[in-house]
């Protein structure tokens, strides 16, 4: 009797949705945990074609080549300046100059943008990423919450309405 006094007196919608808050809390803190952490988004600013064509030449006003104007540096160049001939370090400096003028260049480029243009630049540049652990956190709570007030619709339609 005592049982039945309390089952009546519960109420079922506010604890179930009570329960589906704190369940979808638990479950977006452990996706986010598990999912982002194996993502890296990319913050950097674009490599303007204009600062590109200006500063991307050597010494000697010959431009890069389609390989270079990517930021690609040949293997050797990965070893330390010493062990470099003389040649190829004065190539490497050179490279890292242009550079350096290419990405200050293009930063102030993007500066100059207005900051709504460049948010949109970073969500579609990062959107294919972002994609995937956006719907594995926020789409299993979204389909539980509308399975139970589906499954809630349909039992309400079993109880009778009160006689008078």
Same mark, same amino acid.
């Given at each position: 009797?005592?049982?039945?006094?309390? $089952?009546?007196?519960?109420?079922?919608? =506010?604890?179930?949705?009570? @329960? /589906?808050?704190?369940?979808? !809390? #638990?479950?977006?803190c452990?996706?986010?945990?598990?999912?982002?952490?194996?993502?890296?988004?990319?913050?950097?600013?674009?490599?303007?074609?204009?600062?590109l064509?200006?500063?991307?030449?050597?010494?000697?006003?010959?431009?890069?080549?389609?390989?270079?104007?990517?930021?690609?540096?040949?293997?050797?160049?990965?070893?330390?300046?010493?062990?470099?001939? $003389?040649?190829?370090?004065?190539?490497? =400096?050179a490279?890292?100059? @242009? /550079?350096?003028?290419?990405? !200050? #260049?293009?930063?102030?480029?993007?500066?100059?943008?207005?900051?709504?243009?460049?948010?949109?630049?970073?969500?579609?540049?990062?959107l294919?990423?972002?994609?995937?652990?956006?719907?594995?956190?926020?789409?299993?709570?979204?389909?539980?919450?509308?399975?139970?007030?589906?499954?809630?619709?349909?039992?309400?339609?079993?109880?009778?309405?009160?006689?008078?």
């Amino acid at each position: 009797m005592i049982l039945g006094m309390w $089952v009546a007196a519960m109420n079922v919608r =506010q604890g179930t949705f009570r @329960a /589906w808050v704190v369940l979808s !809390i #638990c479950w977006v803190c452990f996706a986010t945990w598990t999912t982002f952490g194996s993502v890296t988004l990319d913050f950097a600013s674009p490599v303007s074609d204009r600062c590109l064509d200006q500063f991307g030449k050597w010494p000697d006003g010959a431009a890069f080549d389609v390989w270079e104007q990517t930021g690609s540096t040949p293997y050797d160049w990965k070893l330390p300046d010493a062990e470099l001939s $003389v040649e190829d370090r004065a190539k490497k =400096q050179a490279f890292g100059a @242009a /550079w350096e003028r290419i990405n !200050i #260049c293009s930063a102030a480029e993007e500066a100059a943008k207005p900051f709504t243009q460049r948010v949109a630049f970073l969500i579609n540049q990062n959107l294919s990423i972002l994609q995937h652990p956006l719907m594995t956190t926020f789409l299993p709570p979204l389909a539980l919450l509308i399975g139970g007030v589906l499954v809630g619709w349909i039992l309400k339609g079993f109880v009778g309405s009160p006689q008078t």
